[in-house]
């Protein structure tokens, strides 16, 4: 078992004087093992992103425990919750949070040069070759579309070579061709390298990819049939 998640509670307090609180993660368990592939389905505002952001050491749980890689993320000071995602998690958002004044190949090359001290330029080019962009590798954030600029986004996601891939909607900013065409490079690098997945949707038709289809309503996660 590579993640663990046991009674996950997170309620956000809002507004001023009068303290409203809503409670976003009531009760959440699952556990997920190497090499599976999960999907989040739920309603927007059900909290599928906070979820993703609390696994992802993003973000702390109010009560309940979070394990991954035998370590429960709780008991972590934000050092080793930072080591811990640099090494062995990587997250593909909607919004590709690609860094703009960097090019496409130096966003990939800022994660290898975390890990490694030889070869980054051969191996961000082998991951832009990888989807499909060898050819933009000089280009900015600015100008590349964005289809392209999700696939930067996931070739920068498995630089790392991540135990654990989380990915948030990441056809959501895309229309449907383009969208259609990232995920099934999305699911081919996933596939190729047995990669474990955890990916949070809207859509029926992409959990469906999924080996496994979780719905989140009402703070609680529940395993559905589709
Ligand atoms: N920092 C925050 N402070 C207060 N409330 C928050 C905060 N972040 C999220 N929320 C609230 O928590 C709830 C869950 O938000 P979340 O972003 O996790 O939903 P989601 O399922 O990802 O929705 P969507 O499908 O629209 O992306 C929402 O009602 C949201 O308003
Ligand atoms: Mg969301």
Known sequence: ???KVEKLKKSYSIGGRRKLSIDVLKDVNFEIQKGETIAILGDSGSGKSTLLSIIG?????????????????????EKELTELRADSLSIVFQEYHLLPH???????EIVLELHETHEVRKTALRLLNQVGLQERASHFPSELSGGEQQRVAIARSLA??????????PSGSLDQKTGTKVIDLFFDLVKERKMTLILVTHGRELAKRCDR???LEEGVLVQGDQ
């Open 1 to 3: 078992m590579i993640l």
């Open 57 to 77: 050491g993003l973000d702390r749980a109010d009560s309940g425990s979070v394990t991954f890689l035998d370590k429960e993320l709780g008991n972590l000071s």
């Open 213 to 215: 289809i979780f719905h």
């Open 102 to 108: 960097l090019t496409a190949l130096e966003n990939i």
């Open 160 to 169: 790392n070579n991540p135990q654990l891939l989380l990915a948030d909607e």
